[in-house]
């Protein structure tokens, strides 16, 4: 089934910048750990689209890992900002801090020696494992528990089948070229065996396939249905001084959006408390700003308030207005921002 897979591969995989295809691969070419690994970071969570820029933006600030680990954390986190999950940008840092003090700058080339470094979790140790070093480890993404769930009739719910199908996809790996294949599952669940509908007709494993036979392909992985996402709310304030000035606020290091750099905002509850950084006359803009993380949904009300240029915060800090980038703002606080952006214009 493996050599059926790759053969697919050969002619059909997807070119992404991180990525040695196939016929480089043959020719002996060999992907950058660090390419690799940063690749992975920004995948979790995200989409490869999302990730193209960033990750092509990161190797021309920072082309190797002893760049990265010299970097200014504020850059890395300016640099992050769009991508969530604020928590892996500061693991960035200090897995690549420790690739260079405890490795020589060369990444460790196997699964158990990745999986010590900080922010490298199973799944992020086998597919750089297997990726960048053709290591024979297994990895196990959405798309490979669709196609398992699907080769093998599997109608237990996610995430109860997860061991079952992790297993099957152990069973599967090969030894030979271990690396492009555990691209090409990923490749064949991205392209092929889709999650609505499945294109089984020029499938590569159509033969060898249950759910195929079945008919039940497109019904497959069941899951549990996910408790109702909560709501919070929170009031962001938005000063700016009138020399153009804006007061921001870097978050503290735990917690969301931690050492980000943001509008001050009240605690993010069910019933928020007036929390404004400043004495003003705060005015309320009638949109608030939404957003989502993975636990909740946020609901931002926005005060917006014109101060003196002598006015002294309770806390955070007046940004001048020729080095204040939004770019550079985590999404719910770029959406504040264009909010707010908007109003301006408008009146
Ligand atoms: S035959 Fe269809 S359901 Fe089975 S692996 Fe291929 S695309 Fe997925």
Known sequence: MSADLLEWYDRHARVMPWRVG?????AGIKPDPYAVWLSEVMLQQTTVAAVRDYHRNFLSIWPTVQDLAAADDAAVM???????????ARNLLKCARTVVSDW???????????LTLPGVGPYTAAAVAAIAFDRAETVVDGNVERVMARMHDIHTPLPASKPQLT???????????????????MDLGATICTPRS??????????PCKARAAGTAAMLPKKTPKKKTPTRFGIAYVAQREDGAWLLETRPETGLLGGMLGWPTTEWTDAPQADPPLIADWKTLSEEARHTFTHFHLRLSIQYARVATDAVPMRGDFVPASTF????????MRKVFDLVDATLRDN
């Open 22 to 26: 196939p016929q480089d691969r043959k």
């Open 78 to 88: 300016a640099a992050w900002a769009g991508l969530g999950y604020y928590a892996r």
């Open 104 to 114: 020589g700058g060369a990444f460790p080339d196997t699964y158990e020696g990745l």
């Open 167 to 185: 297993q099957l996809a152990s069973d599967l790996t090969p030894n030979t070229r271990p690396g492009d294949y555990a691209q090409a599952v």
């Open 198 to 207: 499945p294109a089984c007709g020029i499938c590569p494993w159509r033969e």
């Open 325 to 332: 980038s939004p770019a550079s703002l985590p999404t719910a």
